[in-house]
């Protein structure tokens, strides 16, 4: 999930600097002092590492916790070695080419240029290797292709932050997690896990009633519901704060899978653990908007960005053990 750039600390309130810097040039002073020679390095570091670094945050979590619950319940194969780098490769490549078709002139596109080759080309070569090794691995492109097509349309149209957009693109990344759980059993699965020896496979839920594919596909359904509702409540935190319609959607995303999740605990199929992440959550996504929005309203400091992606850090880590633990 990607987050935008920190806000200012009021809704529409000026902050000291800028009227101090408004009042500089009546009294003869420059509008902005000299750069240190400490940003100056920061700024070149930064012109460096543009485009080859990834600034959207949240997507480190989308990047790292599918394969760990697909390694976890399918068990470790040799072909991770190529398609996990294969698939964080295609990810970099995507997101340079976001950055690609936003930018408008020949001089702001050319540091794009060697990190967009070097991620294609890899991400290529890799690809090709993984076939190779494990070529049921064509099956998933049913699933991977239409998403990944739906994102680069929404990029090239300038609407890389939009809702469909961030859920086509978790929606993508959810599924490392049955992708890798196919490695590890060897795709004796079938496609898409629907083979006559999908339920006969490596893991299971907790009362036993769920085995094989049908357990992987339900936990990566949780996974994947987290990832894609934490699009709107990232949203209601920053871009679109205070939008009403945002928090009610967000908030009646997080209802429907808290109340599958309780439904599942109940059942015995998860823990109890699981569901009260997801009451979690719920509370999270109630909670935290309108106290965003209440302080935009009195014109108070908002809650920082840095503050909203800490806090997913430790939602998604809950996720993640709620899942693997069960």
Request: aromatic share 8%; net charge positive.
């Amino acid at each position: 999930m990607s987050q935008p750039p920190p806000t200012g600390p009021s809704a529409g309130a000026p902050e000291d600097g800028a009227e101090q810097a408004d009042a500089a040039p009546a009294a003869g002073r420059p509008l902005r002092a000299p750069a240190s020679a400490s940003s100056g390095k920061k700024n070149r570091r930064r012109r460096g590492r543009r485009g080859w670094v990834p600034n959207y945050h949240g997507a480190w979590g989308m990047l790292l916790l599918p394969p760990v619950v697909g390694v976890v319940v399918g068990g470790w194969s040799r072909v991770d070695a190529v398609v996990l780098p294969a698939w964080w490769c295609a990810y970099f490549s995507y997101w340079v080419l976001t950055q690609w078709l936003r930018t408008c002139t020949p001089r702001k596109r050319a540091p794009l240029r060697a990190p967009l080759t070097v991620y294609s080309a890899t991400t290529a070569v890799l690809a090709v290797i993984s076939l190779v090794l494990a070529p049921y691995l064509v099956r998933w492109g049913l699933l991977i292709v239409p998403l990944a097509a739906v994102a680069v349309h929404q990029s090239w149209r300038g609407k890389e932050r939009s809702l469909l957009s961030g859920t086509v693109t978790t929606l993508a990344a959810s599924l490392m997690a049955p992708i890798v759980y196919d490695l590890g059993t060897g795709g004796r699965g079938g496609l898409l896990g629907l083979g006559p020896q999908a339920s006969a496979l490596d893991g299971e839920s907790l009362n036993g009633s769920l085995t094989g594919w049908p357990w992987m596909w339900l936990l990566t359904g949780f996974l994947a519901a987290y990832f894609v509702g934490a699009v709107p409540y990232v949203k209601t935190m920053v871009r679109r704060r205070g939008d009403p319609r945002m928090i009610a959607g967000s908030v009646g995303f997080h209802a429907a899978v808290t109340a599958a999740a309780l439904a599942c605990s109940a059942t015995g199929l998860m823990s109890w653990g699981h569901a009260l992440v997801w009451v979690l959550l719920l509370t999270r996504a109630v909670v935290l908007p309108l106290i965003q929005r209440r302080r935009m309203a009195g014109r108070q400091p908002l809650l920082q960005v840095k503050v909203v992606g800490r806090l997913e850090i430790v939602a998604s880590l809950l996720v993640l053990l709620s899942l693997v633990l069960d």
